[in-house]
């Protein structure tokens, strides 16, 4: 089973809107990440946040953790038809070596 | 290139053959992981090596799937008597040890059983 969970499924945006998709897992961590798949393509690593963080910026992307609710959420500003991808949160635990991802969402920008 | 690379990026097979997917890492790093995701879900992880040693696959799928890094340098995922239910794209990734906190993706390998 898969450690978390992203909300919404799929999204839809005019280009230069902002965009923000919503994860929810299940046990304590250690650090969050973001991925992003063009595609038919692997992932991308795009920012990680820490347990102890609570934000994280990296150019027109946000990262929050919210870690008493089990919960992150990803911004990306200003959006461009570029961005159209799915987007994946991924998990690690104490003493895990390996990511758990969750179920990911699917951004449409319209130019 | 010196990205992950993976090969071949898509494989059509019959019911009951056997497959072998190869892997390729970034150079350094020490650390190779495989997933298999499926239509609009997540990466599902199934097993990582730290140089040669496989140290987690208890979450291979069944014993018809295994997997080796011989010299610790590229990887291989077998799939013995496939059936419809593997068909799905196989994700290798690496990182450098105790980096778990940076995965590289290769392409992935598209399986299709018939």
């Known amino acids: 089973s898969q450690q978390g969970e992203e909300d919404p499924q799929a999204l839809s945006i005019q280009e230069g809107e902002n965009a923000t998709m919503n994860c929810s897992y299940k046990?304590?961590?250690?650090?969050l990440q973001w991925y992003r798949q063009n595609s038919g393509r692997g992932l991308v690593h795009l920012i990680l946040i820490r347990s102890n963080e609570r934000e994280k910026h990296s150019g027109r992307l946000r990262v929050t953790l919210d870690t008493s609710k089990k919960s992150s959420s990803l911004l990306i500003t200003a959006s461009r038809a570029a961005d159209t991808a799915s987007y994946f949160c991924a998990t690690d635990s104490a003493g895990a070596n390996n990511l758990f991802f969750g179920t990911g969402t699917r951004l449409t920008v319209i130019p | 290139d010196t990205g992950v690379s993976q090969d071949p990026r898509h494989k059509i097979t019959k019911r009951g053959q056997n497959v072998t997917f190869r892997c390729d890492p970034i150079?350094?790093?020490?650390?190779l992981y495989w997933y298999r995701q499926t239509l609009g879900q997540g990466p599902e992880f199934l097993t990582y090596f730290q140089n040669e040693a496989q140290l987690e696959k208890s979450r291979l799928l069944s014993d018809r799937f295994s997997a080796e890094r011989p010299k610790g340098s590229f990887s291989t995922l077998e799939i013995q008597r496939t059936e419809q239910g593997d068909s799905a794209m196989y994700l290798c990734?690496?990182?450098?040890?105790?980096?778990?906190?940076?995965?590289?993706f290769g392409s992935g390998t598209q399986l299709s059983v018939l």
């Open positions: 990734a690496s990182s450098l040890q105790g980096a778990i906190e940076k995965l590289f």
């Open positions: 046990t304590s961590i250690n650090n």
């Open positions: 150079s350094e790093h020490n650390r």
